[in-house]
């Protein structure tokens, strides 16, 4: 398992400092119920009160450096009084900040397993159709899915394989798989082919009719997204090149009769608030894509 970002130790040696917060984690673990079935579907190995009494370390931890190396600046640098006033409200700041960033770690994994689960999904399952179709049996053709080129959908059944060949029946080891997957279209899937297999239905039938339901969900998906470009390229354009270009020309106008000077600093400023919309409207766009690779 990687390090935790904001956690400046090992995870062996931060297991061991977190100990000595576990005062604190037991409490703040209550206020998130739902911890638990997080770290199981991010495949973090902390039990959530040795996790809260992490990301209270990093806290402790970021709160006490920011202060240790502002005081001295202050002291040594002889900055004005107004700088001394926000020491403590910086190094708080900062604290919770990695708090909250290792809080919330858990969620950030599992957004991006499910994004890069969801893009090859349908692939996956086009794969299953074709050797469940073809008389393989359902074990040999989760194998062979599993060795695809399929990203974490290939990953998953890997290690789902691997329990049923161990001796785990196959109906127990996919709702295992199911509960701690984060996708919903995942673990629905794999319900219904749970399911079909404890009733005897026949595993084509299941498997078309949920290949045919997927595709025609992602078209749906697509067609939305693209319903939903048409507002945001106007908001853009408006934002991004009318507004600045007609407003910088107005205030070229109006500051010559009323004789106030234009300083290049604010058509920096200008420059850098317009690099700084079109960054976060970029990100917005691409969050909203849904996860399907054409």
Known sequence: MKNIPFVPFPLSLTRRVAKRFYAFGGPLAKLSPDLSVRLNQAQLDFNPREYMSIAFFALVFWTFLMLCLLVPMSIFAKLPETFNLIIL??????????????????????????????????????????????????????????????????????????????????????????????????????????????????????????????????????????????????????????????????MIVFSSFAGLAVSETMFYMILVTLAFFQFTFIGMVKSRRPAVEL
């Open 89 to 250: 409200p910086v190094s708080f700041a900062i604290g919770f900040l990695s708090f909250f960033y290792v809080v919330l770690y858990p969620n950030l994994i599992i957004a991006r397993k499910t994004k890069d689960l969801e893009k090859k999904l349908l692939f996956a399952l086009r794969h299953l159709l074709i050797q469940v179709k073809s008389g393989v049996p359902l074990f040999d053709a989760l194998v062979s899915v599993s060795n695809g080129n399929y990203g974490m959908v290939s990953r998953e059944l890997k290690e789902c394989t691997k329990k049923i060949s161990t001796g785990i029946e196959q109906t127990v080891a996919l709702e295992e798989l199911a509960l701690k997957n984060p996708s919903l279209d995942f673990r629905r899937i794999i319900w219904q082919i749970t399911s079909s297999i404890k009733t005897g239905a026949d595993l084509g039938n299941t498997m078309e009719s949920i290949v045919q339901n997927l595709s025609d969900e992602q078209k749906v998906a697509i067609r939305r997204y693209g319903s939903q470009l048409n507002p945001l390229a106007m908001m853009y354009m408006m934002l991004a090149v009318i507004i600045p270009s007609l407003g910088i020309t107005f």
